[in-house]
């Protein structure tokens, strides 16, 4: 079947642009998770989603990163005037499970932001 | 910061020897899980193992946790060149999130 997939797959920025990065989770996946993965890093949280509620934001490294899932499937995560240290890896991720037990996660094949 | 430390950072071993890599973690659990990830590629999940849980086989994966010690190994056996990949431990808590450790590069020379 159809895993995570997310587009585009590499973005090239210039600093102080806006950019949309999107991702299709798998079909009937209640969760939805966003990670920032730096080069040669773990990748680090920074939202996630129970359906269309954004239960958890606290990863998002400032008010220049946006994200939303507006009919509980697919989610756009938005940075705003983007700067050099914006440059990573943009993972999207989604499971089956609610915000009570950390379940199986299935990534996307990520989007590579590059900001120049 | 990042919790879930791996150990060793990097690992290089010939095709046919087993692999072992560890992972540490600072708080409590409710599963630890696994993942690889091949250059340039997302995460592809391995193994999940509970808290309740002390061994879990996959195939060549073989994973343990001792929460006692608040720490977990992976090991592969027999391996093979297509393993070389980064290895990643991710702890789960009952936020949802998972919280990674910075991976061990493993290399298997043919």
């Known amino acids: 079947g159809a895993g995570v997939s997310q587009s585009p797959r590499y973005k090239v920025a210039k600093r102080g642009q806006d950019v949309a990065l999107r991702c299709d989770p798998i079909?009937?996946?209640?969760?939805l998770f966003w990670y920032q993965q730096a080069l040669g890093q773990g990748p680090e949280f920074l939202t996630y989603?129970?359906?269309?509620?954004?239960?958890?934001k606290s990863g998002l490294p400032s008010d220049r990163f946006f994200a939303e899932r507006p009919e509980g499937s697919v989610s756009t995560l938005k940075i705003q005037r983007t700067q050099q240290e914006d440059s990573a890896v943009y993972l999207c991720?989604?499971?089956?499970?609610?915000?009570?037990?950390?379940?199986?996660?299935?990534f996307g094949p990520g989007t590579r932001l590059t900001v120049l | 910061s990042q919790q879930g430390e791996e150990d060793p950072q990097a690992l290089s071993i010939q095709e046919g020897e087993n692999a072992t890599m560890n992972c540490s973690y600072k708080?409590?659990?409710?599963?630890l899980q696994w993942y690889r990830q091949n250059s340039g590629r997302g995460l592809v999940h391995l193994i999940l193992?509970?808290?309740?849980?002390r061994e879990k086989h996959s195939g060549r994966l073989r994973v343990t946790l001792d929460t006692s010690k608040k720490s977990s190994s992976l090991l592969i056996t027999a391996s093979r060149a297509a393993d070389t990949a980064s290895y990643f431990c991710?702890?789960?808590?009952?936020?949802?999130?998972?919280?990674f450790g910075e991976g061990t590069q493993l290399t298997v020379n043919p």
């Open positions: 991720a989604s499971s089956w499970s609610g915000p009570t037990y950390t379940d199986t996660q299935y």
């Open positions: 991710a702890k789960g808590t009952s936020g949802s999130r998972l919280t």
């Open positions: 708080t409590s659990i409710n599963n």
């Open positions: 079909s009937g996946h209640v969760s």
């Open positions: 989603f129970q359906n269309e509620a954004q239960l958890d």
């Open positions: 193992i509970r808290s309740n849980e």
